[in-house]
């Protein structure tokens, strides 16, 4: 299962070590415990939007970059998880299967997917 919040966390913990702050720097910056930001970089615990408005104004970037990046990570994610279960398709409907771009990714890093119509098949 891909958790949002562990996604979430990692994009965070990158953006500060980017700018080589400290957790101490950014918490006090953006008003928020030490602790709770540590959880919150470790998926641990969930970020409201108030909180999560506050962690970008201290870390000076754009809730919407902080997301669009959280939502390439969760794509990724996506592809890997469906990339395991076209692994479980029987050889004879992979010739069906269609490939997935993702605009910015190495192509190394894309895998194919299974469309909804060949896992109904293979189901049936």
Do not use: H, N, W
Not at 63 to 84: I, K, P, T
Request: glycine share 4%; charged share 25%; with cysteine.
């Amino acid at each position: 299962m891909i958790l949002l919040r562990r996604l979430l966390g990692d994009v965070l913990r990158r953006q500060r070590q980017r700018q080589g702050r400290t957790l101490r720097e950014v918490s006090s910056s953006a008003r928020v415990s030490l602790g709770y930001l540590s959880e919150v970089e470790r998926g641990q615990k969930e970020a409201s939007s108030e909180l999560l408005s506050a962690i970008c104004d201290a870390l000076d970037v754009r809730m919407s970059e902080l997301m669009r990046e959280v939502s390439d990570e969760l794509a990724l994610a996506e592809l890997a998880q469906s990339a395991a279960a076209t692994e479980r398709v029987p050889t004879s409907v992979r010739p069906m299967l269609g490939s997935v771009s993702v605009t910015g990714v190495p192509p190394e890093r894309v895998t194919i997917k299974a469309p909804a119509e060949a896992v109904d098949v293979v189901a049936a």
